[in-house]
């Protein structure tokens, strides 16, 4: 029984199809509720973390312990004049904020989430193929931030999103011949190992255990997908003042960085289910959303930690590192997979 | 139009303008870019957004009033700003301070280079990206500007000494502080210099970046850490001793590395040196009076100078001149600064041909530039 | 030899040498030549009547110092850039705020004042009672005018 | 003269790791940082800010307006019997251009012209000149 079930189920007086438009209708606000709450959360804990590393106390102003800080914030954010630049290509520069939230959202709404006691199963997309649609999702918001980048006629922001493509194209090799070489192992346990779900059901071990090469060259290309330390470069705000986001303002401007901060609790959400066992857990079955979000935030702490120690890398090393050691340590990754899969069947 | 175009030979290149609202420019620095890509192929450095003439100020005012437009020219460091008008203008008009006055000037000076070295490695850090060691440094500096707050009243621009001495003592509270900090602050300085150099990326971002010929450094006149860390032992304090650093036992750190990683090293050696004098000179501070009596507070605005005295001190971010000029009235004739951050900077047009933008920012990082004093 | 006009010691025990503005390239390149190779100040003095330019230099390696001297009537002396790069920005700012021209610098613009100041600051003839403002052009170059225009 | 040594070169990922921890572990410290208004630390005794002036020790030497610097100080006419000033001139202080460098303080001949720790004046822009009268209140009355 997941969410979606039980939806269709409470409207079921009304006819199959009306009452299947409207469980989706309410799963997709449901999503939105989530991955709203996921980014006040996430800015709130970057915000207080942050601060505590810095020797410092943080947001505790707005609400009990600044709880309200963001609410704040948001308010202020909205009511700010979204300020569009003179040479501007209009319509690119208005929809690239929208696009980056909606590949955020749409990357939220494919991945599995587990059991959570009474409501049953939290995933939203049951589809054989869902490890491609993710990875096909999570490619959507370069998009974005390269239309931002080109259309906001801002040398800085052109400068940003050269770089982020390059960027891109660099690690997003090594990234997907490390999921190739999970896909492989998985293939040994289930019949669909490009279904999501599957794939995380498979891990008895946690494939990291096996595949800790593999883990090492997802991790650092998660952290250069979510671009931030050390590989903001598309972004630097030393460098180029704030990259592709530079002319944006407003509310536009609060879409960016929400995209950031989505994506770093997405892409630590990915490591963990990919590679940590995600919502598998030593007890109750039942409890494995809990699992998954205890995981995820261990992770975003680590991730944080290297944002707050870490200095930027250089644009043309960072590349080097794509191609010259990334793609061979993830090809010899594959070939340990292929032996692991074969040999002992794990 | 097209035709004009091919015939600007540089046609490709970019021109991009960095600052001086812009976040790593320290201030207002306007650097003038010109980009082939990445890579950098021109910079001119465009200054005076911070111009307030200081020097024409402190002609048309008496010679002890000067003293606080020196605290706002490095801003940072203001304590060494004053140790450097007050050699000038204490032989101008032919009152040295006392002993002990002496003493303190020592110490305030070197707890105001460990200060300004901390905030620029804070700032050094950011312009690389890292967020968090500015605060460590800038925690440390702090106690510092405590111990600066409890000597003379005010954090950072102390207008602390005064011609023929110091405005007020030091007591068993204030030595009991600065003991209390010396004891503390290396282990505090080894962690940070640590969460720097033990980074990876942070070695590779510096090492080999920034290379300056130590001859180049010369015709340039650089001075301080960067004249240093170019491979040239050359410290103000030993080659022309002033107050009373001939009978402190200190080193000067020297690095034939020449490039950014050595600048960085050079001054947190700077730093640990610092600490050194300061244990000493707390030791040996000697009793007596912290005043020349001929220079009676109520007369200070009567001190007539006549005569042409320049004086070097070393500043924490190179050699700092005073050039005064007096004609024997109450007010100075010619006041001329030479700010080391002024040569420094003028530097970048050489450095920053053919680097990354990255590299420049990170070259520009290890300058070390305060506004107040390039452009005065 | 360069002919120098006069050797005193200064009050801060420093030498001073007085050349002609005409030797001063000559006595420049000389000490060059002889370790003086940091040229470390340029100050431009009004006296007036006259103009009197201070070069300060530095021999590192044997740590000696020594001050030259010359005056001009003309407001003209010739350029030390060909010598040392240090003069480049020495001799902007002593244009800039002076009015010091030195003869064969390359790019003789001011340095911290905007190119349309009027007058130059240090005079001890400047008025100090008209007001300048400085605004920013479409290049982002500043301007400065007598009037205040929009942003005052 | 000393050579600087460049420190001993980590293994790759093992060093990163070392100063990562190094930032991280600062989580167990305590914040440095204090809440204002309602927590204050104490006050260096050698703390000034604002200016005072006994109207009565005030001999109007003039000799306040011509040390400070900013030119923040001015001579005013006030009707007021005192023996002791008999050209009945008081300065009054431009807060907006003070820097507090206590020079008035200092060359007072009389110590009429002080300096205390009373530092929380904030006015609105047109109001920053106080008048001997404003000088002359006390300690007390000011922080009221």
């Known amino acids: 029984m997941d969410v979606l079930t039980r939806l269709a189920h409470f409207f079921a007086p009304l006819t199959h199809y009306v009452a299947y438009i409207l469980a989706y209708l309410f799963e997709s606000i449901f999503l939105v509720i989530f991955v709203t709450i996921v980014l006040v959360f996430m800015i709130y804990l970057f915000r207080k973390y942050m601060a505590r590393v810095q020797l410092r106390i943080g947001p505790n102003r707005v609400g009990k312990f600044g709880l309200l800080q963001l609410m704040a914030d948001g308010l202020k954010l909205a009511g700010k004049e979204s300020i569009l630049p003179k040479g501007r290509d209009d319509l690119p520069f208005r929809i690239a904020p929208l696009i980056v939230f909606i590949g955020l959202v749409m990357s939220f709404a494919i991945l599995p989430y587990g059991d959570f006691y009474w409501i049953g199963s939290l995933t939203i997309t049951h589809s054989n193929v869902s490890v491609i649609l993710l990875f096909a999702a999570i490619a959507i918001m370069p998009i974005g931030e390269i239309l931002a980048g080109v259309s906001s006629r801002n040398k800085y922001a052109i400068l940003g999103a050269l770089r982020g493509v390059a960027k891109d194209v660099s690690f997003e090799v090594p990234m997907m011949i490390s999921v190739i070489a999970l896909v492989m192992m998985a293939s040994a346990r289930t019949s669909e190992p490009l279904n999501l779900s599957d794939l995380v059901s498979s891990q008895i071990i946690p494939f990291g255990i096996p595949e800790v090469i593999g883990l090492l060259v997802f991790f650092i290309s998660m952290i250069a997908r979510a671009s931030y330390s050390p590989f903001d470069m598309g972004e630097s705000d030393s460098e180029l003042v704030s990259g592709h986001s530079t002319e944006y303002s407003g509310m536009r401007f609060g879409m960016f960085y929400m995209g950031l901060f989505g994506s770093i609790f997405l892409s630590s959400m990915m490591v963990s289910l990919l590679y940590l066992g995600g919502y598998n857990g030593p007890f109750s079955s039942d409890a494995g959303f809990v699992y998954l979000l205890i995981k995820t935030v261990v992770l975003v702490l680590i991730a944080f930690t290297v944002w707050l120690s870490v200095p930027r890398i250089r644009i043309d090393r960072f590349v080097n590192m794509g191609w010259k050691y990334l793609l061979p340590i993830s090809i010899i990754n594959l070939i340990i997979a292929g032996i692991i899969t074969l040999g002992v069947g794990l | 139009m097209i035709q004009e175009e091919q015939k600007n030979e540089h046609r490709e290149w970019t021109e991009l303008n960095m600052g001086p609202q812009h976040p790593s420019t320290h201030g207002v620095l306007r650097l003038k870019v010109k980009l082939d890509g990445e890579t950098v192929k021109e910079v001119e450095p465009i200054i005076g957004y911070l111009h307030r003439n200081a020097e024409k100020i402190c002609e048309l005012d008496y010679y002890c009033d000067s003293l606080i437009y020196f605290d706002r020219m490095d801003y940072v460091a203001a304590m060494n700003m004053e140790v450097g008008y007050l050699e000038a203008a204490e032989k101008l008009l032919n009152i040295p301070p006392p002993e002990r006055a002496q003493w303190i000037r020592v110490i305030m000076a070197e707890l105001g280079r460990i200060a300004a070295h901390l905030v620029w490695a804070g700032a050094f850090g950011l312009d690389l990206g890292m967020l968090s060691p500015f605060f460590y440094c800038f925690v440390q500096r702090e106690k510092i500007l405590r111990i600066f707050t409890e000597i003379c009243g005010s954090r950072q621009e102390t207008n602390y000494m005064s011609i023929g001495g110091v405005y007020q003592d030091i007591n068993e509270n204030i030595i009991y502080m600065i003991e209390e900090f010396t004891k503390e602050f290396p282990d505090k300085l080894e962690e940070i210099f640590n969460a720097f150099v033990k980074n990876d990326i942070f070695m590779s971002r510096n090492k080999g970046i920034g290379i300056l010929e130590p001859d180049v450094a010369i015709q340039y006149a650089v001075t301080g850490p960067m004249l240093r860390a170019s491979g040239i032992e050359y410290d103000v304090r030993k080659a022309e001793p002033y107050l009373v650093y001939d009978k402190l036992n200190f080193d000067i750190p020297v690095s034939y590395k020449k490039d950014n990683l050595a600048r960085f090293l050079v001054r947190f050696e700077e730093m640990r040196q610092s600490v050194r004098i300061v244990k000493q000179a707390i030791k040996k501070i000697p009793d007596g009076p912290y005043f020349n009596p001929k220079a009676k507070k109520s007369l200070m605005i009567r001190l007539r100078g006549e005569g042409e005295v320049y004086a070097r001190t070393e500043s924490p971010k190179g050699e700092f001149g005073v050039y005064l000029v007096g004609d024997g009235g109450v007010k100075p004739y010619r006041v001329r600064v030479r700010s080391p951050s002024l040569r420094n900077l003028s530097v970048i047009r050489h450095l920053g041909k053919d680097v990354l933008i990255a590299d420049l920012i990170a070259i520009s990082g290890t300058i070390d530039l305060v506004f107040g004093e390039v452009d005065r | 030899m360069v002919e120098v006009l006069e050797e005193t010691t200064g009050k801060d025990g420093r030498k001073v040498l007085k050349v002609a503005k005409e030797n001063l390239l000559a006595l420049l390149s000389d000490l060059k030549d002889n370790g003086f190779t940091h040229l470390s100040l340029i100050t431009g003095i009004d006296r007036k009547s006259k103009l009197e330019v201070v070069y300060h230099l530095h021999n590192l390696t044997k740590n000696e110092y020594v001050v030259v001297k010359t005056e001009t009537l003309d407001e003209r002396v010739p350029s030390a850039t060909g010598l040392f790069k240090s003069a480049d920005w020495d001799e902007r700012e002593q244009y800039d705020l002076m009015g010091i021209v030195f003869e064969g610098h390359p790019n003789l613009k001011r340095l911290f004042l905007p190119d349309s100041w009027v007058g130059h600051p240090l005079r001890k003839n400047y008025d100090l009672s008209k007001v300048q403002y400085i605004n920013m052009d479409e290049n982002g170059d500043d301007y400065a005018t007598f009037d205040p225009g929009d942003g005052w | ?144």
């Open chain 4, 1 to 144: 003269m000393i050579e600087v040594k460049e420190p001993k070169k980590e293994l790759p990922l093992v060093g990163t790791l070392k100063a990562m921890w190094i930032v991280g572990k600062h989580i167990f410290q305590k914040p440095v940082t204090t809440q204002y208004p309602e927590e204050r630390k104490p006050m260096p005794d050698r703390f000034r800010f604002r200016i005072f002036l006994s109207l009565d020790d005030c001999v109007g030497c003039t000799l306040c307006e011509q040390v400070c610097p900013n030119l923040s100080i001015h001579m005013n006419k006030v009707e007021r019997e005192n023996p002791r000033n008999k050209r009945k001139i008081y300065p009054d202080v431009n807060f907006g251009t003070c820097t507090v460098c206590r020079n008035c303080e200092e060359i007072c001949p009389t110590d009429a012209i002080y300096l205390t720790h009373v530092f929380e004046t904030s006015r609105t822009r047109n109001s920053f000149t106080y008048s001997p009268d404003e000088l002359s209140l006390s300690e007390d009355e000011v922080i009221k």
